[in-house]
Each structure stands twice: as structure tokens, then as C-alpha cells.
């Protein structure tokens, strides 16, 4: 049986070990979150209101990259607990423009607490420095993503996701 050809492979393959980490910061997240009512998609949905103002659900969906459909959803938990609020669109009334709310703003600085002692925990073992490396990494090798061929949208001018 022949070998397939090794094409310009880095020595370590990082996406198992990638993998392994986000698995254990996910369950942690979904701890320490429970207690505030939220679940990580709540927490990436006021972080992405936070950074980039009002949206409509539309290119909300496309910057999560979920299906609209359950952004209704999502957007109804947050709207029950007044950590968001919907309106109509003043320049179409068919579109919904979505709105993070001084509650949701104060909701979402605690969950950042909380996040960053979960982050704490998964990064103990790395300086300050390696930390301030790996995020900065991190973020170049997600600038190269393209959310919309990611998510099928044809929308370009919604932004990526930037994490802090």
C-alpha cells in the first residue's frame, strides 16, 4: 500500500490539542456561567452587541454564524431577561434591529469575570507573556477566516468575531 504524500505539514499538528483545550474551557464556561443565567452563545451574543453596536438580527446571525432561525431563540432568552432589546427598523420595518441593554451591559461584565478565572485555570501552566503570544496568534489565525464562506452568507460587510 502506497503513502499519501506529506504536503508542507508543520512538524506538531496543533487541532487535537486545540480541540482538547476549547472542550475543557467549554465545560468550565458552562459552569460558571449556569449561576447567571447564561450559556456561552449568550455570552459570544452581548460580547458581539457590546463591540459592534446594534445589529440586525440578519447580519447577527451571520456574525455568529448560526442560522436565523435559532437566533430567534437565543435572541428570545436574552430578550426575557432584558439583557437585549428588539426593534423595529426605522428604515425597514420587515428587519428587526437588535440592542444590548444597561443590564445586559452589567449581565455581561460579570460573565467576564467569571470567564477569566475559567481562563486562568486552562492557561495556569503559561507566563503573562505566552498568554499575550498565544492570543495574539490566535487572533492572526482567525483573521484569515472568512465567516461568510464559513457560513454560506453573502453579506461581506458583516465583521468577524473579535474576541479580547
Not at 11 to 31: I, K
Not at 51 to 62: E, F, M, R, V, Y
Not at 104 to 111: D, N, Y
Not at 126 to 136: D, F, G, I, V
Request: hydrophobic share 40%; aromatic share 2%; charged share 25%.
Amino acid at each position: 500500500m502506497a503513502s499519501l504524500p506529506v504536503v508542507n505539514q508543520p512538524p506538531h499538528q496543533c487541532g487535537a490539542l486545540l480541540d482538547h483545550l476549547s472542550r475543557r474551557v467549554r465545560t468550565r464556561s458552562e459552569t460558571v456561567l449556569a449561576p447567571l443565567g447564561l450559556r456561552p452563545r449568550h455570552l459570544l451574543t452581548l460580547t458581539v452587541l457590546r463591540d459592534h453596536g446594534s445589529s440586525t438580527q440578519q447580519a447577527l446571525a451571520a456574525t455568529l454564524g448560526i442560522d436565523s432561525t435559532n437566533l430567534v431563540g437565543l435572541l428570545n432568552d436574552l430578550e426575557a431577561d432584558n439583557l437585549i432589546e428588539r426593534r423595529r427598523s426605522p428604515e425597514d420595518r420587515r428587519r428587526h434591529v437588535v440592542d444590548l441593554t444597561d443590564v445586559g451591559a452589567k449581565k455581561l461584565a460579570k460573565a467576564e469575570l467569571a470567564m477569566a478565572a475559567v481562563e486562568d485555570e486552562a492557561l495556569a501552566a503559561l507566563t503573562l507573556e505566552q498568554r499575550e503570544q498565544l492570543y495574539s496568534l490566535l487572533q492572526q489565525a482567525t483573521a484569515t477566516t472568512d465567516i461568510a464562506a464559513c457560513v454560506g452568507a453573502e453579506d461581506e460587510s458583516v465583521p468577524p468575531v473579535m474576541y479580547r
